[in-house]
């Protein structure tokens, strides 16, 4: 099956920096998103991006389907921020089974 | 913003008890799945559900878990003999064109 693989597995940010979390699958995809799970337990869907570049306020995320890696930046980042960042894969995009990788744990200080 | 609501938020069970736990997925949405997630650990999918059937299935989904939709808006999964393991966050999502919404997820503890 396909393996996502996310990094770093821990990032400590001191409010206001920026960082890049990356996930890498190792085959060819045709669905992709990055949750936001917040320390209550839930899961927000931050973006669903097979391909290309979104932004969304000061979260943007690039995907290259044909390298297999995807990328999302945090700019400014806040004391909200914190949680785990999960990237998330499919291969068919027909409502079948989506595979996470471990997760990037995201602590912002402030 | 459509929500996926998930009831109970928190169950805690005897070991051998069967437990339902129910979601309310988005209304227009067709695709609808279980995901659990042991503490600590990644999110992993159990089922996903289409046109009033079982798509896919993990292999963490055996004889003891089945799901339903009983009505046209519940969306249930049930455990039949729940063993210490099964503690665990169980999420409901379903999906509209590849974009998938979680529901806040039921927290069962099994003792």
């Known amino acids: 099956g396909i393996q996502v693989e996310q990094s770093p597995p821990d990032l400590i940010l001191q409010e206001g920096a920026n960082s890049t979390l990356r996930c890498n699958f190792s085959?060819?995809?045709?669905?992709l998103q990055w949750f936001h799970q917040n320390p209550w337990g839930q899961l927000i869907n931050l973006f669903y991006?097979?391909?290309g570049t979104k932004q969304n306020g000061r979260l943007s995320a690039t995907t290259v389907a044909t390298e297999r890696y995807s990328l999302l930046y945090i700019s400014s980042s806040q004391t909200t921020d914190s949680g785990v960042y999960f990237c998330a894969v499919e291969r068919n995009n027909q409502g079948g089974k989506l595979i996470f990788g471990q997760g990037t744990e995201l602590s912002v200080k402030p | 913003e459509p929500e996926v609501t998930q009831t109970p938020s928190h169950q805690v069970t005897q070991m051998g008890q069967e437990v339902i736990l129910r979601c309310v997925p988005i209304s227009n949405h067709l695709y609808f799945y279980w995901y659990r997630q042991i503490l600590g650990q990644k999110v992993e999918f159990l089922v996903s559900f289409y046109n009033n059937e079982i798509s896919e299935k993990s292999e963490i989904f055996d004889d003891q878990f089945s799901v339903e939709r009983p009505d046209g808006s519940n969306f249930t999964l049930k455990i039949r003999s729940t063993k210490l393991e099964d503690s665990a966050m169980y999420f409901c999502?379903?999906?509209?064109?590849?974009?998938?919404?979680f529901g806040s997820g039921t927290r069962l503890t099994v003792v």
């Open positions: 999502a379903s999906s509209e064109w590849g974009r998938y919404t």
């Open positions: 085959d060819s995809v045709n669905n």
């Open positions: 991006i097979p391909s």
